[in-house]
Every structure is written in C-alpha cells, then in structure tokens.
C-alpha cells in the first residue's frame, strides 16, 4: 500500500506588531491558511493571508480592513466601554482595557492605520451580540447600540452586519478579501459560553496590562 502523503505546513506569516505575539495561530489544512484564535478581549491584525476566528456569546466583533491594502483585523470585546468608576458587571475591579468597546476599536483601527491603512478606506463588518441567556442582563444589546453609534459617530461604512437575536455565533473572517463566515449556534451552547465569557473576564481582572491608556 502506498504510504500517504502529508503536507507540512508553512511556517505561519510574520505578526503584524509584537503584541500579538500571545494570540494562538494554527494551520488549518482544509482552508490552507493560518488561522490567528482570539479569546473574549483579543484583537489581532492580519497583513497577510491568514484567517481570523473568534466564538461569541453577548460578546461583539467588528471586523475592519481597508479594502485598498487589502489588510485588516478582527476583536473581540466584552463590554460597551469603561462606566468610569472600575468596575463591571462582570465581577472585580476591571483593568484590562482592551475588554471594552471604545478601547477595542480604537486599538484595531489605529493599528490598521499605522500600518499604511487610511480611514477613508476602512469598511466594517459587525457580528455578534446576542442575548444567550434570557435571565441574563442584555449585554448584548448595549455592545450592540455602543459599537453602532461608534461606526457612525467617526463615520466609516459598515458593510455588512450579523448581530442580536439569542444566537451565539462562530466566525472566520479573512481579511484580505473582506469575507466573514458566520455559523449560528445551538442556544444550548449559550449557558456555557456566558459562563465562559465571565470567568475569563474574572481571570484577567486583576491582570493589569501595559500601557492600556496609551490611544493614539
């Protein structure tokens, strides 16, 4: 019997900036790309072929490219923006700016732009949102409202949208091409991802982060 071949796969392409060097990447052989894995408070920018995927409970992405470069990224935050006295919903004070909204666009879009990007050329897509558990506090919708009045509040276009309803939803974003697959999920999936969209909110809240005031 003939032995069966195996491709080994590429080394993966180089990051984008040095703080991404803590996302997860992995081959993935079906699609024959790269693919960067970002957790509740990740976001992560792409230059070259890769893929970006995230699963998402009342969490909310916006991915964002410019369509020009053909470059872009992907987050994934938690809540709307900081009320301003530290502390969530979620549990202890919070110190990981990048959890919420405001400092989650403003860090993947400013990063977009340092490399070559130009905001005349951004164009989001939006997915995520939903309410995954109908005794839950709708998180959800506010990340949903928060992260609409800040796409058109700084004027870029929104191309294409998945959010609300109580689906939990999968997506694997490509940004060189601007696609965005989006999988719904079960709802019996929910309870596991909102406890897991909590506890890892818990676990980083007394991890402070470097340099989590410096916006540009």
């Not at 080394?11 to 992995?26: D, K, Q, V, W």
């Not at 990340?143 to 609409?148: E, K, S, Y």
Request: charged share 25%; glycine share 12%.
């Amino acid at each position: 019997m003939r032995a069966r071949s195996v491709r080994a796969s590429p080394p993966p392409p180089a990051l984008a900036a040095a703080h991404f060097s803590h996302i997860g990447r992995y081959w993935d052989a079906r699609q024959g790309k790269w693919v960067a894995k970002l957790l509740p408070g990740d976001y992560y920018v792409a230059t070259q072929d890769e893929l970006i995927f995230t699963v998402l409970g009342s969490c909310v992405s916006a991915c964002i490219r410019d369509r020009v470069l053909r470059i872009g990224g992907m987050n994934h935050f938690m809540l709307p923006e900081n009320a301003g006295d530290g502390r969530s919903p979620w549990g202890e004070a919070a110190s990981a700016a990048t959890r919420y909204g405001n400092v989650a666009m403003e860090r993947l879009i400013n990063d977009i732009l340092k490399l070559g990007g130009r905001r005349e050329n951004l164009e989001v897509k939006l997915v995520g949102g939903g309410r995954v558990l109908d005794a839950m506090t709708d998180v959800g919708a506010r990340n949903i409202r928060f992260v609409r009045e800040f796409v058109a509040t700084e004027g870029y276009k929104i191309v294409g949208e998945d959010l609300g309803s109580t689906w939990p939803r999968k997506v694997l974003y490509h940004p060189s091409t601007g696609d965005a697959r989006v999988k719904k999920l079960g709802r019996d999936v929910g309870g596991a991802l909102a406890e897991r969209e909590r506890s890892h909110a818990r676990s980083i809240d007394s991890a402070p982060v470097a340099g989590e005031i410096d916006l540009f």
